[in-house]
Structure formats: structure tokens, C-alpha cells
């Protein structure tokens, strides 16, 4: 599933290799690759793999799952699909509550024990989708996890969750898309070094 996934994600342009010309984030660290997988909603077969790849997670590990929850804005229309093909409530998790109406962060019916599988559809640092998780364990659910399409690997993304006592679980990774994108020709093999040193840290690596 990992190599069909970011295969998918290559095929689409959701995400990009740039070992030699690397993007710049909001945050200003460069990065030789930029990902953008709110694409994948435009593409009916590859949304459909995602949220099959998803519902088969929750089958598999979180079997007494009770809803789904997309995290905004990303997770939010896979949670959706998700949802249907489990038979299962929806909500979607705010970044943080609404200034106005009943000043909901959460959206949906939920209840106090309710076991919930949050969705999101990129982890970078964690931040967010933490953010997200602890938001529904503080409104009195069970939080069973955290789903994503892809992850960066970074470490203290692990670390964080690890404190947080929340499990990960992603569909593909960054370690997979380099794999796939050197079998296709659409890296080099010199190039794998540099994508590899990159991740171990990002805000301290030195492009030449």
C-alpha cells in the first residue's frame, strides 16, 4: 500500500521532488520536496484507494471505532468518504473554535466515551493533528488515533505523538516516495543522500 499510494501521489503532481531546485514553506525552510494532497479529491479512482487504504487501518487496528473525524481543512472530505464506506458518524475538528454561534470547535454528534479515528491528510511536525486529537479527548471522547495519507518521517513529529500517547498511522511516507521516485527515473541516485540527510533535520540542513 505505501509504493500505491505515493506512486498515486507522484502520478497527480500532489507530490513533488526537487533534490537540485527545493521549495521554500511558509515556515522559510527549503525543502526538496512539496506536497499538496488536497489534489487527490479531484481524482475519483485515487480517492477511492485512499479511503479504502483508510477504512482497512481502522478495520485492522481500531475494529471498535464509533466515528470518524477529519481534521481541517485536508482531512476533512476523506473523513467523509471514509465515514461512508464504514457505516460510520462523521465530524471534522476545527483548528480552534468558532468566534460566533455556539463556538464549536468540533462539528458533528458526539458523546462523552465515544471511541473516535481522527483523519488527516498530511503529518509534517504533528502540530495540527495533535492539536486536533487533543481538542476531542479534552471534549470527553476516545481518541484511537490519528490516520494520514502521507508523512514526512520527521522525528519530532514521532516524539510528539509518542508523548501525547496518540498512535500514527500513515498510508504512505517519505521513505516510500523516494523508493518509487528512483525506480520511475524521477530522481537520481546521487540524489537519495541529500533527500535522506534532509529529513533528519530540515531547519538545520545546508544546501550547497
Known amino acids: 500500500m505505501p509504493s500505491v499510494i505515493a506512486g498515486a501521489l507522484l502520478d497527480i503532481g500532489a ?9 521554500t514553506w511558509t515556515s522559510g525552510i527549503k525543502s526538496p520536496i512539496y506536497c499538496d ?16 487504504g483508510f477504512a482497512a487501518v481502522i478495520r485492522d487496528k481500531y475494529p471498535d471505532c464509533e466515528a470518524v ?7 476533512i472530505p476523506h473523513a467523509a468518504w471514509i465515514a461512508d464506506i464504514l457505516g460510520l458518524p462523521m465530524l471534522y475538528v476545527r483548528d480552534k473554535a468558532k468566534g460566533h454561534g455556539k463556538t464549536n470547535q468540533i462539528e458533528g454528534h458526539f458523546k462523552p466515551g465515544q ?21 476531542v479527548r479534552d471534549a470527553g471522547c476516545e481518541v484511537q488515533g490519528v490516520i494520514a495519507i502521507f508523512t514526512y518521517q520527521f522525528q519530532n513529529a514521532l516524539d510528539a505523538f509518542a508523548a501525547e500517547s496518540v498512535p500514527l498511522d500513515t498510508l504512505s511516507s517519505y521513505g516510500a516516495l523516494i523508493d518509487v521516485a ?3 527515473g524521477a530522481v537520481r541516485e546521487q540524489d537519495v543522500a541529500l533527500l535522506q540527510e534532509w529529513r533528519k533535520d530540515p531547519k538545520a540542513f545546508v544546501w550547497e
Do not use: C
Request: proline share 5%.
Open 15 to 23: 507530490v513533488s521532488l526537487r533534490p537540485q531546485d527545493p521549495f
Open 37 to 52: 494532497n488536497r489534489l487527490t479529491m479531484s481524482y475519483p479512482a485515487i480517492r477511492r484507494t485512499i479511503a479504502e
Open 69 to 75: 473525524a477529519g481534521i481541517a481543512t485536508g482531512g
Open 115 to 135: 471511541k473516535v479515528v481522527l483523519i488527516e491528510d498530511l503529518i509534517s511536525t504533528g502540530g495540527s493533528s495533535l492539536k486536533a486529537a487533543i481538542a
Open 182 to 184: 528512483l525506480a520511475r
